[in-house]
């Protein structure tokens, strides 16, 4: 038994007549950029998100910088987020000349901590800098605790911008992503929860004057409709229509997949409970939708070559933090984020893994465990 992280052949093999059809429909139609499927898909994930507007971009990483864009980061400005994310993050501050301010995590769920994020508020305050845009990260599919971060952001009058690359139909009350925050952005990287086939990304937002600014910025600057009238300078950031169409056919098997995804990885806590493997955490009142399932052990590095072993593909999301990368190298220290990046493990999981294969992946730590003992 092969088991891969996230199997996106088997997903394709149980979708792949629908695929192929809208494929070949944006080819005969030669729509090939924005057009009729970017509009729909648009229209369709706003609906998801229960959120007035969405925009499409050419990538998760473009989502957020352009999204902090027309929240009114300026070049000097500081945008606070945790150490515990992806790269993109951090280079989308840079990348539009703001400053990167990084918090620790909380032991509990790796999730940015609110209390860190008020401290250092404080502190950039303090040293009369600026702070502009709080960047929580709904990191493995967990939900950040949103009503704290609200809460400070309102304080300190500073923006929100949710970075759900990860979380596509994540939950907390019952509200879906985008409910406390300015903006919030999505990845459709092909492994993400909600992936294309190639890059793509989203913006969602209640707020229409960011809507339009966005619009505007993913193209060149431009006013809907007249093509060489620029307003502004803006980007190229614009999502395929093969794309868009490929999201809308995937689109209405996202909550199948993510029921799949929480079922998986229940299964999982429940084979895993009793042995030293601690499970992944929610606050409650949580939805969290899996894009990683992520246990953490002090005998990581043995767990995960006995996987390998097994043919089981295991990661590690992520091994630097982002102070401690070559591109960074910071002197800031996170005791919790430094800690974990020793002793997390992503097993597989995805929309349509098996209970055979959970199992399978469950035994082999558990015996890998009884050797350490
Ligand atoms: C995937 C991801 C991104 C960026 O996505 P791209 O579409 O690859 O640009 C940003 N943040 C996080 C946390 C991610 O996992």
């Not at 429909?25 to 007035?52: C, H, M, R, W």
């Not at 967990?142 to 979380?167: G, H, R, T």
Request: glycine residues 6%; charged residues 20%; aromatic residues 10%.
């Amino acid at each position: 038994m092969q088991i891969p992280l996230s199997n996106l052949k088997r997903q394709y093999d149980q979708i792949k007549t629908e695929i192929n059809y809208a494929i070949q429909s944006v080819l005969d139609s030669t729509y090939y950029i924005l057009g009729p499927d970017v509009f729909k898909f648009e229209e369709e994930f706003a609906e998801y998100n229960q959120s007035k507007y969405c925009i499409s971009v050419a990538n998760g990483t473009d989502a957020i910088s352009i999204g902090l864009k027309a929240l009114g980061v300026k070049p000097g400005d500081y945008v606070i987020t945790v150490a515990n994310t992806f790269i993109a993050t951090t280079e989308a501050i840079s990348s539009i000349g703001a400053n990167l301010a990084l918090v620790d995590a909380k032991a509990e769920d790796l999730l940015i901590d609110p209390i860190l994020v008020e401290h250092k508020i404080l502190e950039l305050i303090n040293a009369g800098k600026t702070v502009s845009a709080i960047i929580p990260v709904h990191l493995y599919g967990n939900y950040c605790d949103m009503l704290s971060i609200k809460e400070i952001a309102d304080k300190y009058k500073v923006k929100i911008l949710e970075d759900a690359s990860q979380a596509h139909g994540a939950e907390k009350y019952g509200r879906k992503i985008g409910y406390w925050s300015d903006i919030a952005t999505f990845s459709f990287y092909p492994g993400k929860n909600l992936g294309a086939y190639g890059d793509a990304g989203a913006i969602i937002t209640n707020n229409s004057d960011y809507a339009d600014l966005i619009k505007m910025l993913r193209n060149h600057g431009r006013n809907t409709g007249e093509k060489y009238s620029h307003q502004i300078e803006g980007y190229n950031s614009r999502m395929d229509s093969l794309q868009a169409a490929i999201l809308r056919v995937k689109l209405k098997y996202l909550e199948r997949w993510t029921d799949h995804r929480i079922e998986s990885a229940h299964r999982y806590s429940f084979r895993l409970s009793g042995t030293q493997i601690e499970t992944p955490r929610t606050e409650k009142d949580t939805k969290h939708v899996f894009h990683l399932y992520v246990i953490q052990s002090p005998y990581r590095d043995k767990i995960h070559h006995a996987l390998m072993g097994s043919s089981i593909q295991s990661g590690i999301h992520y091994p630097i933090p982002i102070h401690k990368l070559p591109a960074y190298c910071l002197s800031d220290s996170f005791p919790v984020v430094e800690l974990a990046a020793s002793r997390i493990l992503s097993l597989p999981i995805d929309g349509t893994i098996s209970l055979e294969e959970v199992n399978f992946v469950s035994n082999s730590i558990i015996r890998e465990l009884e050797d350490c003992n």
